[in-house]
């Protein structure tokens, strides 16, 4: 058995004269790996089983997005993509999720609405005006207890309202874009209901 060399002797040394008295051997430690591109690249890129789409999901997803656009058409609602994009961020796997990302949504759109219609209506896209807009936005996100994901939604309502240049009126702008995303959560909602997803995790526990 290969010991360990006392303080002071080299390890070349001691395994000579001790160990294997007729030559002298180096062993080599090569480095563990500790940390690399691809180590930090799956730290980052990590997921759970239950949390990636299914086919179900991808297929409801789909069909919730395209209806959202047609009924945003129907009632002649100029930017109906708008009504798309709702759908997609509130679509959930289960119906109690869905609804509360859309009761945020909701409340959050008509604050950064709102806002958003006030500062482009006195300020037009002023670029002062707008940061103080968007702060003033937190401090509602706050007041009515948003959390951050909500007060994003509500700044990216505002920022639309106003960076975007419009021929209509600020107000009437910021009713079109709260009509279009109400639409896409409501057919979001509908769909969800109607067409519930079955986890694999309840499906077994019913077959066991």
Known sequence: MIGVPPFGIERDDYFCTKDFPSESISIVILPMRTGGGDDLFMKFWTWKQENLPSITHAIRTAVAATVSVVIARLVQM????????????????????TLTLSLERIVATAAGASVG??????????LVAFAVA???????????????????????????????PRSAAPWMIALHRFIEVSVGIIVALAVVAVWPEEHPSAAKSADE
């Open 78 to 97: 100029p930017e109906a993509y708008w009504a798309a994009i709702a759908t997609l961020v509130v679509m959930q796997s289960t119906l109690g999720a």
């Open 134 to 164: 968007i702060f003033l936005t937190g401090l509602l996100s706050f007041a009515f207890r948003l959390e951050k994901t909500a007060y994003r939604y509500a700044s990216i309502t505002l920022a639309i309202i106003v960076l975007i």
């Open 117 to 126: 219609a006030l500062e482009a209506n006195f300020f037009g896209s002023n």
